[in-house]
Structures are given as structure tokens and as C-alpha cells.
């Protein structure tokens, strides 16, 4: 589903944050991505959707390669990679569905009449995938009346709402307690799970990734140092 080929970076500073990293991921395939701070998790994640750009190597999602696209055909491609972040990037003075629409647009929405086109089918959807993450009853609240917890159910279901083939997620526990960090990791494995949906989960707290990915991926000074089960990662990794 995703291959990654010989994929380095080195920033305009000279910092060198991947170097030659190979790396395949099947359907429905959960991989947490382990390894210090700076080891490069962040940068393999953008460099798969191009907020940051290879320096060299290939991006393969089914048969297209992401890193030789052109702008326009990247726009495109990239309707098929779905994100969660760690700060929820919600749009604070639209609610909760409107939030979730937004997915469908694939930009963030300034105006409320740009959410005025979706269709009956649409909206349908969105409501399905609000009670999926269990928040219809606050469909129509704004989005910063909600808790942390709440507010990345609410980017779940908007990165759903266009129908990934690919999920990336950057850090999505990383502002939660622990408890909530638990249930947001046990839902985003159940969702990926009923969908056969890939994800790659940047996730620096180890314990939390043991219990959830069924593989992870280490890595350090760009480098992949560990890919396997939980189960085989040894104390020092
Ligand atoms: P991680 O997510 O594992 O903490 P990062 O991908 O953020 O690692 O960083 C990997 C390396 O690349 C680090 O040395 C970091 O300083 C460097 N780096 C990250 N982003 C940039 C950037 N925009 N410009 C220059 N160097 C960067
Ligand atoms: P993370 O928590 O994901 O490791 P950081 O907090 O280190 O990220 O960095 C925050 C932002 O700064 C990111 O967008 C990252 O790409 C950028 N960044 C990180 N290191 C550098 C650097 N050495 N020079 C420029 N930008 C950097």
C-alpha cells in the first residue's frame, strides 16, 4: 500500500533528519513510529504528504509515486491521505460538524457558506462518523467548547470524512492525559482495524505504542533502527 525507497532529507541548515530509509506498509497496517526527539519521525511523516520536501528517494501510495508529482497532481493525491496532529487544528469558530465537513474540502474553511454545498449524502456521513467517535449529541457545539479528548475525536472523524486510503498521525496523544491518550489510541486502532486502514502513528510515548501497534518502527539519526513486533523491542531501544 505504502512503499518508502532509499527516502533522505537534509534541511537547508544542513541538518541531515533521513537518511536512505526503505520502508513498506500493507493494508490495514497500524506502525507506531518510535525514537528520540530529532530522530526524525516528524520529517519522515511530512515528507510522506510533502509538507516537507525529499531531498531524494520515492513515496510509492498504490501506484503512484508522491515524490515525483507535480504540484496540481499532488493537491490531488493528497485528498487520499487523511491527518490527525497533535494540537487538533480545528477551526475553533465552527462546530463540531462543521469541523468534520470540512474534511471533504480538503482546505480549511473561512466562510460558512463554503460549507453550504455538501450534499445530503455528506452530511450523512458526517454524522455517522461524529456517533462513531461518540459526539453526536455535540455535533452542533463549537469546536473550542470541547475538551482535548473531544477535540481529536473530532479530528478523527474530519480526516474520515474524505475517505483515506493512507492515515498519518502526528503525536496525537502528546497534549492528553493519560487515560484520554488511551482512549483516543484504543479508538484510532479500532477505527483503522474496521476500515483495513493504514496508519503511521508518530508516537514518542513507548509504553503507549506497545499496548496499541501491533508494529513498530524505530528510529535514530534518521535512520531505522527497530521495525517489528512490540513484543521484540528490547529495553534499551
Ligand atoms: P523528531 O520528530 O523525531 O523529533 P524531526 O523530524 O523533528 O525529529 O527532526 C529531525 C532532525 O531534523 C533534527 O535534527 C531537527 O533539528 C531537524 N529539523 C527538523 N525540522 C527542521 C527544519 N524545518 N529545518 C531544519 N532542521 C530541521
Ligand atoms: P517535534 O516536537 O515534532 O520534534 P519540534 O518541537 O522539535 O518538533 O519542532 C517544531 C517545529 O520546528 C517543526 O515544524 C520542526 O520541523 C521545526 N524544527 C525542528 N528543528 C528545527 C531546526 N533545527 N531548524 C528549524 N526548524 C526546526
Same mark, same amino acid.
Given at each position: 500500500?505504502?512503499?518508502?525507497?532509499?527516502?533522505?532529507?537534509?534541511? $537547508?541548515?544542513?541538518?541531515?533528519?533521513?537518511?536512505?530509509?526503505?520502508?513498506?506498509?500493507? $493494508?490495514?497496517?497500524?506502525?507506531?513510529?518510535?525514537?528520540?526527539?530529532?530522530?526524525?519521525?516528524?520529517?519522515?511523516?511530512?515528507?510522506?504528504?510533502?509538507?516537507?520536501?525529499?531531498?531524494?528517494?520515492?513515496?510509492? /501510495?498504490?501506484?503512484?509515486?508522491?515524490?515525483? /508529482?507535480?504540484?496540481?497532481?499532488?493537491?490531488?493525491?493528497?485528498?487520499?491521505?487523511?491527518?490527525?496532529?497533535?494540537?487538533?487544528?480545528?477551526?475553533?469558530?465552527?462546530?463540531?460538524?462543521?469541523?468534520?465537513?470540512?474534511?471533504?474540502?480538503?482546505?480549511?474553511?473561512?466562510?460558512?457558506?463554503?460549507?453550504?454545498?455538501?450534499?445530503?449524502?455528506?452530511?450523512?456521513?458526517?454524522?455517522?462518523? /461524529?456517533?462513531?467517535?461518540? /459526539?453526536?449529541?455535540?455535533?452542533?457545539?463549537?469546536?473550542?467548547?470541547?475538551?482535548?479528548?473531544?477535540?481529536?475525536?473530532?479530528?478523527?472523524?474530519?480526516?474520515?470524512?474524505?475517505?483515506?486510503?493512507?492515515?498519518?498521525?502526528?503525536?496525537?496523544?502528546?497534549?492528553?492525559?493519560? $487515560?484520554?491518550?488511551?482512549?483516543?489510541?484504543?479508538?484510532?486502532?479500532?477505527?483503522?482495524?474496521?476500515?483495513?486502514?493504514?496508519?503511521?502513528?508518530?508516537?514518542?510515548?513507548?509504553?503507549?505504542?506497545?499496548?496499541?501497534?501491533?508494529?513498530?518502527?524505530?528510529?535514530?539519526?534518521?535512520?531505522?533502527?527497530?521495525?517489528?513486533?512490540?513484543?521484540?523491542?528490547?529495553?534499551?531501544?
Amino acid at each position: 500500500m505504502l512503499k518508502i525507497k532509499n527516502l533522505s532529507k537534509t534541511y $537547508k541548515t544542513g541538518d541531515t533528519a533521513l537518511s536512505d530509509v526503505t520502508l513498506e506498509i500493507n $493494508k490495514g497496517q497500524l506502525v507506531g513510529l518510535i525514537g528520540p526527539s530529532g530522530a526524525g519521525k516528524s520529517t519522515l511523516i511530512r515528507c510522506i504528504n510533502r509538507l516537507v520536501e525529499p531531498t531524494s528517494g520515492e513515496v510509492w /501510495l498504490g501506484d503512484v509515486d508522491l515524490a515525483q /508529482l507535480g504540484r496540481s497532481e499532488l493537491r490531488h493525491q493528497r485528498r487520499r491521505i487523511g491527518m490527525i496532529f497533535q494540537e487538533y487544528a480545528l477551526v475553533e469558530r465552527l462546530t463540531v460538524m462543521e469541523n468534520v465537513l470540512s474534511g471533504r474540502l480538503g482546505y480549511v474553511p473561512f466562510w460558512r457558506s463554503w460549507l453550504r454545498r455538501f450534499e445530503a449524502e455528506d452530511i450523512r456521513r458526517a454524522y455517522e462518523l /461524529l456517533d462513531r467517535v461518540g /459526539l453526536l449529541q455535540h455535533a452542533d457545539k463549537r469546536a473550542d467548547a470541547l475538551s482535548g479528548g473531544q477535540r481529536q475525536r473530532v479530528g478523527i472523524a474530519r480526516a474520515l470524512m474524505q475517505t483515506p486510503d493512507l492515515l498519518l498521525v502526528d503525536e496525537p496523544t502528546a497534549s492528553l492525559d493519560p $487515560k484520554t491518550s488511551r482512549q483516543i489510541m484504543r479508538l484510532l486502532t479500532e477505527i483503522c482495524a474496521e476500515r483495513g486502514l493504514p496508519a503511521i502513528v508518530n508516537i514518542h510515548d513507548v509504553p503507549l505504542a506497545q499496548s496499541f501497534m501491533e508494529r513498530l518502527v524505530g528510529l535514530r539519526a534518521g535512520t531505522v533502527v527497530f521495525d517489528g513486533p512490540p513484543t521484540d523491542l528490547s529495553e534499551d531501544a
